[in-house]
């Protein structure tokens, strides 16, 4: 059974903090990882994608993805109320494989 | 442009009754997706067209019943649902398929009766 696994959360930081989303995932053949943003009663967006080794930055976010260790994780930076949201972490099945799996998602509160 | 488009954003029908759902996207994407998601749940694949044909059924009974009439369009049929059906149906698109960025619609809440 292939998993991908959050911290259960929920997760709450001070404005202004780092928050940090973390995701591990059970399938090595997984190449690539996104990290979606749902808003309560909205849809998923896509926020942030990784598939090297290494850390990835846009903007106040930086991804990071480790595939020793089948560990990606989110940092947000500077972290606004309206970051506040689930972060669902998913990973492709490799392949030719069209799935994503998804995380149960970790609830970000960002108190102001 | 990454914009899906979905219709309609809110769906109320009974247990006897036939609706479509339908999703566009003007991307030039060759695979498109239904998901369903209940509350506090993540998305939870149901099909997967690629190239217009249906690439991949996750046991989907036949109460829902996809169709692909162009590479821009995307339906999913309804019939005979059951309260239980009651979630949030996302339509998503990428490029291509093997995990490829898949960007998704808003959604058509669906409330079975």
């Known amino acids: 059974q292939k998993e991908v696994e959050q911290n259960s959360g929920p997760l709450s930081v001070p404005e202004g903090a780092i928050a940090s989303l973390n995701c591990t995932y059970s399938?090595?053949?997984?190449?690539?990882f996104f990290w979606y943003r749902q808003y309560s009663g909205k849809s998923p967006e896509l926020i942030m994608f990784?598939?090297?080794?290494g850390d990835k930055e846009d903007g106040r976010f930086t991804a990071q993805l480790n595939k020793a260790s089948q560990y990606v994780s989110l940092l947000i930076r500077d972290s606004q109320p309206s970051d506040s949201a689930t972060y669902l972490c998913?990973?492709?099945?490799?392949?030719?494989?069209?799935?994503?799996?998804f995380g149960k998602g970790t609830l970000l509160t960002v108190n102001p | 442009d990454t914009e899906v488009t979905q219709t309609p954003k809110h769906l109320v029908m009974g247990m006897t009754n036939k609706k479509s759902l339908k999703c566009e996207q003007h991307?030039?994407?060759?695979?498109m997706y239904w998901y369903k998601q209940k509350a506090k749940k993540p998305p939870e694949l149901m099909f997967v067209?690629?190239?217009?044909?249906?690439?991949i059924n996750e046991s989907v009974p036949s109460r829902f019943s996809p169709e692909c009439p162009n590479s821009s369009l995307l339906n999913l049929h309804l019939h005979a649902l059951q309260p239980e059906d009651s979630a949030l149906y996302l339509c998503?698109?990428?490029?291509?398929?093997?995990?490829?960025?898949?960007?998704f619609g808003p959604g058509t809440r669906l409330t079975v009766l």
């Open positions: 990784i598939y090297s080794n």
């Open positions: 399938d090595r053949g997984s190449q690539s």
């Open positions: 067209y690629s190239y217009e044909k249906l690439s």
């Open positions: 998503a698109s990428s490029q291509e398929a093997r995990g490829r960025k898949q960007f």
């Open positions: 991307m030039g994407h060759r695979a």
């Open positions: 998913a990973g492709d099945s490799g392949g030719s494989n069209y799935k994503l799996t």
